[in-house]
């Protein structure tokens, strides 16, 4: 009985050391990691700077009840200003994740 259970820890010990080794992120997937947080960093910058840039505007036109500008025209503008800076915004989030993607498909090539 005590050597089926030192087989047992063994085999156990064994597999952990070997899942443990697999499960390590290589220089390729860390640095793929470094450009896609750069990049959703970078793209809630530029949203946060588009809703300002919104918000003044509409500030400085004067605001209703419900946070709209007073002109329809103002208005118009502060949404364009927001759907910009979220398409450059999604823009850059994809161009982010495709190049960290590609490092990653080439780390994996190399292997």
Known sequence: MRITQLLFASMVAATLMLSATGCQKSAADKRADEIRDASQQEA??????????????????????????????????????????????????AEGEQRADDIESSDLELE
Not at 57 to 72: K, M, V, Y
Request: charged share 35%; no cysteine; net charge negative.
């Open 44 to 93: 809630e910058a530029i949203r946060n700077t588009a809703q300002e840039t919104a918000e003044e505007l509409r500030e400085a036109d004067g605001e209703t009840a419900f946070g709209a500008a007073e002109t329809p025209a103002v208005e118009d503008a502060a949404d364009e200003i927001e759907q910009a800076g979220e398409a450059t915004a999604d823009a850059v989030e």
